[in-house]
């Protein structure tokens, strides 16, 4: 739901700006999924102040889910070797 509303608030923010490369909601997910994954290419981006402040939050959000997704994934690994450890 994060990168949907994400998406949707820069494409409203993007698509009449002279110049921007985020003119379809196509472009606004793409957009987003390649900034959430930390790949970003560089196609599409955002060029108005909004839009920016846009990708700022999603850029930190999806720090914090790839943080806390890696935290559990690897708090599981670690319970689970302990306790083979202690049998």
Known sequence: ????FIALA????ERDAPGASITTFGD???????TLATVGYGDVYPI????????????VGGVAIVG????LVISYITERIGKLRHK
């Open 1 to 4: 739901f994060f990168v949907y």
């Open 10 to 13: 820069t494409l409203q923010a």
């Open 28 to 34: 606004a997910v793409w957009w987003a999924i390649v």
């Open 48 to 59: 108005t102040p909004i839009g920016r402040i846009y990708a700022v939050m999603l850029m």
């Open 68 to 71: 806390t997704a890696s935290a």
